[in-house]
């Protein structure tokens, strides 16, 4: 990665946060997502394509991902940024399931970092409520913007961007010492491989569990196996004739219930 890269980045490390200048629900709720965020990185080091393939899994994966009261347990914008990154640095010339199992290991490691710098940056955000208490008991509201946003901002950057730029720089100084892909043992390789499937088929069966609402329901499941499986048909055609289906059911029940009437 390059100088410019790494500091854009870590930009968006900082810029999907809770809290961020840009707000929750631009930064936390939006740039922070495991899916936009992949994008942004694809975008930046310019392989969207295996960029996506990450943020799909990781969108999946950390989908049942909250934040109740504020408290963090895993700091989702920080692993998707940082695991994305890794990826794309060190997955050249390995399979789309290993470069999923690399990304998950580095997406652990950005996840851990992310939660301690949160865990910092609420402890840095402290004496700034005294701050904003003397000023408010001095009358002077127009001041109040100070510890709240300029303070409290230029904080919440420093957690985040420059431990990004120190993860993402040594990422890049350690993939630049050899080609990674190579130095991996070939049992490390099978392992990346499995662990990257199952958590494709982890996430998807979490989205079957919150889709289907009854039992008959998992027969369009299966039919579009069947038509990607073995009829070859891509995602494309598996959707114009699943929204085909949709249509005639949605008339059919529409007729049944005017017949009842």
């Given at each position: 990665?390059?100088?410019?890269?790494?500091?854009?980045?870590?930009?968006?490390?900082?810029?999907?946060?809770?809290?961020?200048?840009?707000?929750?629900?631009i930064g936390w709720y939006t740039?922070?997502?495991?899916?936009?965020?992949?994008?942004?990185?694809?975008?930046?080091?310019?392989?969207?394509?295996?960029?996506?393939?990450?943020?799909?899994?990781?969108?999946?994966?950390?989908?049942?991902?909250?934040?109740?009261?504020?408290?963090?347990?895993?700091?989702?914008?920080?692993?998707?940024?940082?695991?994305?990154?890794?990826?794309?640095?060190?997955?050249?010339?390995?399979?789309?399931?290993?470069?999923?199992?690399?990304?998950?290991?580095?997406?652990?490691?950005?996840?851990?970092?992310?939660?301690?710098?949160?865990?910092?940056?609420?402890?840095?955000?402290?004496?700034?409520?005294?701050?904003?208490?003397?000023?408010?008991?001095?009358?002077?509201?127009?001041?109040?913007?100070?510890?709240?946003?300029?303070?409290?901002?230029?904080?919440?950057?420093?957690?985040?961007?420059?431990?990004?730029?120190?993860?993402?720089?040594?990422?890049?100084?350690?993939?630049?010492?050899?080609d990674f892909a190579s130095m991996?043992?070939?049992?490390?390789?099978?392992?990346?491989?499995?662990?990257?499937?199952?958590?494709?088929?982890?996430?998807?069966?979490?989205?079957?569990?919150?889709?289907?609402?009854?039992?008959?329901?998992?027969?369009?499941?299966?039919?579009?196996?069947?038509?990607?499986?073995?009829?070859?048909?891509?995602?494309?055609?598996?959707?114009?004739?699943?929204?085909?289906?949709?249509?005639?059911?949605?008339?059919?029940?529409?007729?049944?219930?005017?017949?009842?009437?």
């Open positions: 990665m390059s100088v410019i890269q790494i500091i854009a980045i870590s930009l968006f490390v900082y810029l999907g946060s809770i809290g961020s200048i840009v707000g929750n629900t740039l922070g997502r495991p899916l936009v965020a992949s994008f942004v990185v694809g975008v930046i080091m310019g392989d969207l394509q295996t960029a996506m393939i990450v943020g799909i899994a990781l969108q999946i994966m950390y989908m049942g991902n909250v934040t109740p009261g504020g408290a963090v347990a895993w700091d989702l914008s920080y692993a998707t940024y940082i695991g994305t990154a890794g990826a794309l640095v060190f997955g050249t010339g390995m399979e789309s399931t290993q470069v999923i199992g690399l990304a998950v290991v580095f997406a652990g490691i950005g996840g851990l970092v992310g939660q301690m710098v949160w865990n910092l940056s609420y402890a840095l955000n402290l004496p700034l409520n005294r701050l904003a208490n003397k000023y408010a008991e001095a009358g002077e509201t127009g001041k109040m913007y100070i510890p709240n946003v300029v303070c409290g901002q230029l904080i919440g950057l420093a957690c985040r961007f420059i431990p990004a730029v120190i993860l993402l720089t040594t990422m890049t100084a350690a993939s630049a010492q050899a991996i043992p070939g049992w490390l390789t099978t392992l990346l491989s499995t662990f990257g499937g199952m958590m494709a088929a982890l996430g998807m069966g979490i989205i079957i569990s919150f889709l289907l609402k009854k039992q008959w329901q998992i027969c369009i499941f299966l039919l579009g196996f069947v038509l990607v499986t073995y009829f070859n048909l891509n995602t494309m055609a598996v959707a114009v004739i699943a929204t085909l289906l949709a249509v005639i059911y949605y008339v059919f029940q529409i007729e049944q219930k005017e017949a009842r009437a």
